[in-house]
């Protein structure tokens, strides 16, 4: 069993920055790819990104080019740096991993999820 957590979320302002973390206290996330999705109330639960045990990541388009995603396998940890945040990126933000290596689909383990909203 893998234990994700998550932390980072908060309030920021539109174009404000937050960096949210994954980490667990049970297992090494060295080999596995590890996700970062986000759910909406009334909406699908959309992944964001995914970085893999290689640390080649992946982003959906409509956060290239502002949201990175990187492996820090010394904390045992993977952020993800969220610059220019939209009021469309609010939400919660879950962690996940599909205990692979390659960013799959399916996740079979998931954080509590940390909320992230962007207001004015």
């Known amino acids: 069993q893998v234990q994700l957590v998550e932390s980072g979320g908060g309030l920021v302002q539109p174009g404000g920055s937050l960096r949210l973390s994954c980490t667990s206290s049970?297992?090494?996330?060295?080999?596995?790819?590890i996700a970062w999705f986000r759910q909406v109330p009334g909406k699908e639960r959309e992944r964001v990104s995914c970085i893999n045990a290689d640390g080649i990541p992946a982003y959906t388009s409509s956060v290239k080019g502002r949201f990175t995603i990187s492996r820090d396998n010394a904390k045992n940890t993977v952020n993800l740096q969220m610059r220019d945040l939209k009021s469309d990126d609010t939400g919660v933000y879950y962690c996940a991993t599909p205990v692979t290596t390659m960013c799959i689909s399916t996740m079979d383990y998931w954080g509590q999820g940390t909320q992230v909203t962007v207001s004015s």
């Open positions: 049970g297992s090494t996330l060295d080999d596995y790819a």
